[in-house]
């Protein structure tokens, strides 16, 4: 199949504003969108610029937008998109440094004011693991899965709006040592986001929990945590 | 301008052993952390099945037993002290994660789960034992998480996004490394009193490979070039689960969880080949058996590729034929829900690049390149071994897949990598700190960057009659041909040669981008340049070694030969790209070596 790839292009030596570049490019139904990406910057402009490492959704490099929606470029097949007209562009609500690559930095730095540790120094007399019964393990189980891809932060109305709004992924990596019950330090950590640039910010439209290619339901993870705010407690 | 940084310990790379090295190191030395993607991006995280420790949770297991099974899945080319080390301290290791946050997937009674992974057995038995410690299957993603969480809490220095360039040494020791930071293109030079390489592996020089993009072999290449051997390069394991043609890691959890193979003609095939352990043999001999179905022409359709088939009635009919229990002694039997909440991110790709539900049909998968149990040579502190008398090059270290202690020998057993990464990375912080207490900074060699800027202009301003891309391409086809499951002399002499060739050809390559701003093309080509020395010391060191053993087989030599190699190799590459290769003994405690039987 012939697919016509449109993508947002910035070089900070040359250009004054960004423009899109479009590469005619033969290719599998099955092929990646990542795969085309390589094969243009391999074979047709090297100049071009993305970030990418694990190829298959686990390492979270890859983040951008695709036809207007974030996604992993290493995790959606020519064929899902129902169209051969393909338009890639950077993640929004992060500065762009060149072409597909954004400034990953204040995405990490939001991630690390919510204590993104596990909070507990008594262990165990036998020195072995602590105790955990499986519905105690299963109870934080999907926002273990976080990549910090940050493709949830950068659809987030509320994130584009107000930066300093800690944003969904941040939240999520929250909730992940909030509910886990080894974990000693949920007061502070509802603390942190029980603030104007905390959860209430969130005005739930979803987004996130679209736009996560782990398909953590960031909205419920969310949700639960506003809940924990205002009745105190961790359930 | 080359801006200067000092630290007691730089560590190179931030996976799962540079974090551990940094983790262990930080608590009494200034360390730095220096990656070229963000930490969290790192390989590590895409390890799926487990981590093997002899906790017994669910059934008697003995950290001796371990050591025995890495040893026999070593093909007996594996160093036993240092296994009897790994597996020892393997089950405190886990614990440490477990207290470090990882979340584990659980027992009924609350300890950490354990699955049956291939080549870890009973050792009475012989029968497959639980040993792999996992969290769902995404053990190395939580991993991964876990240690940067701990870094994070105990705000260690990273340099995000710092891409290692060259290792500088003065008067024979470690001096720091030269790194080019990839968003503004300007050179560092990282002046410490030790150094510890955590660059993962390389196999991106095969066509058909699990391994992430930025699996380039950067610190086998760079210490090959700063005069340091490689070790037992030959040896690289060829996964037998990847998804056909793109060589997505389908975990052996998969099997553990009682998932089978078939050939084409719907036989069960691995009862031919292991009889007692079937489809959990260790993974190059299960590797083989696919290659053989496929030549034979029993792959599905004729074609290159085997099932793996885990829907829950082919589950339930092979265990009941098996005998296969419970802990608690009744039948194993699995619905598929049980087999998506064990299997998730597996369930996920087969969605994702299949359209193949795994609960409802089988998965179609080849051979995938996957693990270099070959690398920098170390001792079982991590300390790098420069010859064949154990000499240690003061200051530097290397852990993790892009060292060679050696623990995996000839073939590394599911599970062990992970474990390699927790424990050697943890020794090689802890080395490295106690190193840099007793020395003082060495001297810096006058312009230390002065190398690093040749290969950049080089490649800068090449003649541009080569394309990098091309190179890539003709190196990755070469060496799945003639340097993959089974390699022959023609096979391999023809690569030695090809390989040379690509070498020639990469001079006059010229990167188009100018620029110093995320130059990922420059990059990108620099890091071909460390595949296609890792690629030529792998063939040569393959050309040599006139035996089978493990992952190095050889048709027209199908035995193993204790006799004349029992042995690892080293090997040099010299400036005017030969290679120079030399050998140093295994040390055997005492598991005296056997035929391997599965």
């Given at each position: 199949m012939e697919v016509r790839m449109r993508i947002f292009r910035f070089n900070p030596e040359k250009d004054r504003k960004p423009h899109y570049d479009v590469f005619t490019v033969e290719a599998q139904p099955t092929d990646r969108v990542l795969d085309v990406l390589e094969w243009i910057r391999g074979d047709v402009d090297g100049t071009l610029a993305f970030r990418r490492s694990c190829a298959h959704g686990v390492c979270g490099s890859d983040a951008m937008r695709i036809n207007g929606r974030n996604y992993l470029a290493c995790k959606v097949?020519?064929?899902?998109?129902?169209?051969?007209?393909i338009t890639v562009e950077p993640l929004l609500g992060l500065p762009v440094i060149k072409d597909l690559i954004v400034d990953m930095g204040p995405f990490f730095e939001h991630y690390k004011t919510v204590m993104p540790y596990l909070v507990n120094d008594e262990l165990p007399a036998d020195g072995k693991e602590r105790l955990q019964s499986p519905e105690q393990r299963e109870r934080f189980d999907d926002t273990t899965k976080c990549i910090l891809c940050a493709a949830c932060t950068t659809s987030c109305p509320s994130f584009w709006s107000n930066g300093q709004y800690v944003g969904p992924a941040a939240i999520v990596n929250a909730h992940r040592f909030i509910f886990d019950s080894r974990d000693q330090a949920a007061v502070e950590r509802l603390e942190i986001l029980n603030d104007q640039f905390g959860v209430w910010r969130c005005r739930t439209a979803f987004n996130c929990t679209e736009a996560c290619p782990r398909e953590i339901k960031i909205t419920q993870a969310i949700a639960e945590v506003k809940r924990a705010i205002q009745t105190g407690r961790v359930e | 301008m080359t801006q200067t940084h000092v630290f007691d310990v730089v560590i190179v790379g931030g996976g799962g052993a540079g974090l551990m090295a940094a983790l262990n190191a930080s608590r009494s030395a200034k360390t730095a952390v220096l990656s070229k993607l963000y930490p969290t991006r790192s390989h590590t995280g895409a390890a799926q099945g487990g981590i093997g420790a002899a906790?017994?949770?669910l059934e008697e297991d003995h950290w001796e037993w371990h050591a025995f099974d890495t040893v026999k899945g070593s093909d007996y080319l594996g160093d036993q002290d240092a296994i009897e080390f790994m597996c020892r301290e393997a089950v405190q290791a886990v614990y440490d994660l477990e207290h470090f946050g990882l979340p584990f997937s659980r027992t009924a009674d609350g300890r950490i789960a354990q699955r049956p992974f291939g080549g870890h057995t009973n050792n009475l038995t012989k029968k497959p034992v639980r040993r792999s410690c996992y969290a769902a299957d995404r053990t190395g993603h939580m991993i991964l998480q876990t240690l940067y969480q701990q870094c994070i809490k105990n705000g260690i220095n990273f340099y995000d996004e710092f891409q290692v360039l060259d290792l500088i040494l003065s008067d024979g020791k470690a001096a720091g490394v030269v790194a080019v930071e990839l968003a503004t293109g300007e050179l560092h030079v990282f002046h410490s009193k030790a150094v510890v390489f955590a660059t993962g592996g390389h196999g991106r020089m095969w066509e058909i490979t699990s391994n992430a993009y930025a699996y380039t072999g950067d610190g086998v290449a760079i210490t090959l070039r700063n005069g340091i051997p490689a070790e037992d390069m030959e040896f690289f394991q060829f996964h037998p689960t990847g998804i056909y043609k793109l060589g997505i890691l389908i975990t052996e959890a998969v099997r553990g969880e009682g998932g089978i193979l078939f050939n084409g003609k719907g036989e069960r095939f691995m009862e031919r080949y292991a009889p007692t352990i079937k489809d959990l043999a260790s993974r190059d001999v299960i590797s083989r058996a696919i290659y053989l179905e496929i030549k034979e022409g029993r792959g599905i359709n004729g074609k290159d590729y085997v099932y793996l088939d885990v829907r829950p009635e082919t589950v339930n009919k092979y265990a009941e034929l098996d005998g296969r229990t419970r802990p608690d002694g009744t039948p194993y039997r699995v619905t598929a829900e049980e087999i998506l909440s064990k299997i998730p991110d597996i369930t996920d790709f087969c969605r994702t690049y299949l359209g193949v539900d795994p609960v409802k049909d089988p998965m179609p998968i080849q051979p995938t390149a996957h693990y270099?149990?070959?690398g920098i040579p170390t001792n079982k502190y991590g300390e790098v071994v420069v010859d064949d008398q154990g000499t240690v090059l003061p200051g530097l270290y290397a852990a993790g897949e892009c060292a060679c202690v050696s623990v995996h020998g000839a073939n590394r057993l599911g599970t062990n990598s992970l474990v390699d990464l927790v424990v050697f990375g943890k020794y090689a912080g802890i080395k490295a700190a106690e190193y840099a207490k007793g020395a003082d900074l060495p001297r810096l060699p006058a312009d230390p960057d002065a190398g690093v800027r040749r290969q950049l202009d080089n490649l800068l301003n090449g003649s541009g009659r080569e394309r990098a891309a091309q190179i890539g391409r003709e190196l990755r086809k070469v060496m799945m041909d003639d340097v993959g499951v089974f390699r022959t002399e023609e096979g391999l002499k023809q690569a030695v040669e090809k390989v040379r060739e690509l070498r020639e050809r990469y001079k006059q390559v010229r990167v188009s981008d100018g620029g110093k701003i995320f130059n990922t093309e420059l990059l990108n080509t620099w890091e071909l340049g460390c595949l296609l020395d890792a690629a030529l010391v792998t063939a040569v060191s393959a050309l040599e070694r006139k035996e089978s053993r493990g992952a190095h087989a050889r048709e027209d030599y199908p035995r193993r030969d204790d006799e004349n190699w029992l042995k690892h190799t080293l090997a040099w590459l010299n400036e005017d790209g030969s290679v120079r290769l030399g050998y140093k003994p295994v040390v055997i405690t005492q598991y005296a070596p056997k035929e391997r039987v599965y």
């Amino acid at each position: 199949m012939e697919v016509r790839m449109r993508i947002f292009r910035f070089n900070p030596e040359k250009d004054r504003k960004p423009h899109y570049d479009v590469f005619t490019v033969e290719a599998q139904p099955t092929d990646r969108v990542l795969d085309v990406l390589e094969w243009i910057r391999g074979d047709v402009d090297g100049t071009l610029a993305f970030r990418r490492s694990c190829a298959h959704g686990v390492c979270g490099s890859d983040a951008m937008r695709i036809n207007g929606r974030n996604y992993l470029a290493c995790k959606v097949l020519l064929r899902d998109l129902g169209t051969t007209e393909i338009t890639v562009e950077p993640l929004l609500g992060l500065p762009v440094i060149k072409d597909l690559i954004v400034d990953m930095g204040p995405f990490f730095e939001h991630y690390k004011t919510v204590m993104p540790y596990l909070v507990n120094d008594e262990l165990p007399a036998d020195g072995k693991e602590r105790l955990q019964s499986p519905e105690q393990r299963e109870r934080f189980d999907d926002t273990t899965k976080c990549i910090l891809c940050a493709a949830c932060t950068t659809s987030c109305p509320s994130f584009w709006s107000n930066g300093q709004y800690v944003g969904p992924a941040a939240i999520v990596n929250a909730h992940r040592f909030i509910f886990d019950s080894r974990d000693q330090a949920a007061v502070e950590r509802l603390e942190i986001l029980n603030d104007q640039f905390g959860v209430w910010r969130c005005r739930t439209a979803f987004n996130c929990t679209e736009a996560c290619p782990r398909e953590i339901k960031i909205t419920q993870a969310i949700a639960e945590v506003k809940r924990a705010i205002q009745t105190g407690r961790v359930e | 301008m080359t801006q200067t940084h000092v630290f007691d310990v730089v560590i190179v790379g931030g996976g799962g052993a540079g974090l551990m090295a940094a983790l262990n190191a930080s608590r009494s030395a200034k360390t730095a952390v220096l990656s070229k993607l963000y930490p969290t991006r790192s390989h590590t995280g895409a390890a799926q099945g487990g981590i093997g420790a002899a906790l017994g949770n669910l059934e008697e297991d003995h950290w001796e037993w371990h050591a025995f099974d890495t040893v026999k899945g070593s093909d007996y080319l594996g160093d036993q002290d240092a296994i009897e080390f790994m597996c020892r301290e393997a089950v405190q290791a886990v614990y440490d994660l477990e207290h470090f946050g990882l979340p584990f997937s659980r027992t009924a009674d609350g300890r950490i789960a354990q699955r049956p992974f291939g080549g870890h057995t009973n050792n009475l038995t012989k029968k497959p034992v639980r040993r792999s410690c996992y969290a769902a299957d995404r053990t190395g993603h939580m991993i991964l998480q876990t240690l940067y969480q701990q870094c994070i809490k105990n705000g260690i220095n990273f340099y995000d996004e710092f891409q290692v360039l060259d290792l500088i040494l003065s008067d024979g020791k470690a001096a720091g490394v030269v790194a080019v930071e990839l968003a503004t293109g300007e050179l560092h030079v990282f002046h410490s009193k030790a150094v510890v390489f955590a660059t993962g592996g390389h196999g991106r020089m095969w066509e058909i490979t699990s391994n992430a993009y930025a699996y380039t072999g950067d610190g086998v290449a760079i210490t090959l070039r700063n005069g340091i051997p490689a070790e037992d390069m030959e040896f690289f394991q060829f996964h037998p689960t990847g998804i056909y043609k793109l060589g997505i890691l389908i975990t052996e959890a998969v099997r553990g969880e009682g998932g089978i193979l078939f050939n084409g003609k719907g036989e069960r095939f691995m009862e031919r080949y292991a009889p007692t352990i079937k489809d959990l043999a260790s993974r190059d001999v299960i590797s083989r058996a696919i290659y053989l179905e496929i030549k034979e022409g029993r792959g599905i359709n004729g074609k290159d590729y085997v099932y793996l088939d885990v829907r829950p009635e082919t589950v339930n009919k092979y265990a009941e034929l098996d005998g296969r229990t419970r802990p608690d002694g009744t039948p194993y039997r699995v619905t598929a829900e049980e087999i998506l909440s064990k299997i998730p991110d597996i369930t996920d790709f087969c969605r994702t690049y299949l359209g193949v539900d795994p609960v409802k049909d089988p998965m179609p998968i080849q051979p995938t390149a996957h693990y270099a149990m070959g690398g920098i040579p170390t001792n079982k502190y991590g300390e790098v071994v420069v010859d064949d008398q154990g000499t240690v090059l003061p200051g530097l270290y290397a852990a993790g897949e892009c060292a060679c202690v050696s623990v995996h020998g000839a073939n590394r057993l599911g599970t062990n990598s992970l474990v390699d990464l927790v424990v050697f990375g943890k020794y090689a912080g802890i080395k490295a700190a106690e190193y840099a207490k007793g020395a003082d900074l060495p001297r810096l060699p006058a312009d230390p960057d002065a190398g690093v800027r040749r290969q950049l202009d080089n490649l800068l301003n090449g003649s541009g009659r080569e394309r990098a891309a091309q190179i890539g391409r003709e190196l990755r086809k070469v060496m799945m041909d003639d340097v993959g499951v089974f390699r022959t002399e023609e096979g391999l002499k023809q690569a030695v040669e090809k390989v040379r060739e690509l070498r020639e050809r990469y001079k006059q390559v010229r990167v188009s981008d100018g620029g110093k701003i995320f130059n990922t093309e420059l990059l990108n080509t620099w890091e071909l340049g460390c595949l296609l020395d890792a690629a030529l010391v792998t063939a040569v060191s393959a050309l040599e070694r006139k035996e089978s053993r493990g992952a190095h087989a050889r048709e027209d030599y199908p035995r193993r030969d204790d006799e004349n190699w029992l042995k690892h190799t080293l090997a040099w590459l010299n400036e005017d790209g030969s290679v120079r290769l030399g050998y140093k003994p295994v040390v055997i405690t005492q598991y005296a070596p056997k035929e391997r039987v599965y």
